[in-house]
């Protein structure tokens, strides 16, 4: 069964640092766009960040951008999202999505592009 699972979520500090894991069992998945959202509560799931295929290209939402920085391992079938200067206002359930892609700079922000869906992981942050 092809499926993405999220790791690495938890509770910190305001200021503090989490890295996010995503290990995808798609195969192929160097032809994967992929996508980290998050979904607190009481709220809509929002995008966080995107990451081509080949990994060169990123996107972010203004809310994280330079603090987030999304990468990828594709000889380990990974997606990393590494978050630094942690707000209170990140805490949330974090998914991972994936979505095969014919251009491999090809990144998305929307959900509804995205086919394939961790079952997410939370992060917590407060002091």
């Known amino acids: 069964q092809e499926q993405l699972v999220e790791s690495g979520g938890g509770s910190v500090q305001p200021g503090g640092s989490l890295r996010l894991s995503c290990l995808s069992s798609?195969?192929?998945?160097?032809?994967?766009?992929s996508g980290w959202f998050r979904r607190a509560p009481g709220k809509e799931r929002e995008f966080v960040a995107s990451?081509?295929?080949?990994?060169?290209?990123?996107l972010y939402s203004d809310s994280v951008r330079g603090r987030f920085t999304v990468s990828r391992d594709n000889t380990k079938s990974m997606v990393f999202l590494q978050m630094d200067k942690l707000k209170p206002e990140d805490t949330a359930v974090y998914y991972c999505?994936?979505?095969?892609?014919?251009?491999?700079?090809?990144?998305?922000?929307?959900?509804?592009?995205?086919?394939?869906w961790g079952q997410g992981t939370q992060v917590t942050v407060s002091s």
């Open positions: 798609i195969r192929a998945f160097n032809l994967y766009a």
């Open positions: 990451v081509s295929a080949t990994g060169d290209r990123t």
């Open positions: 999505a994936a979505v095969e892609s014919h251009i491999r700079q090809f990144v998305a922000r929307s959900s509804d592009i995205y086919n394939y």
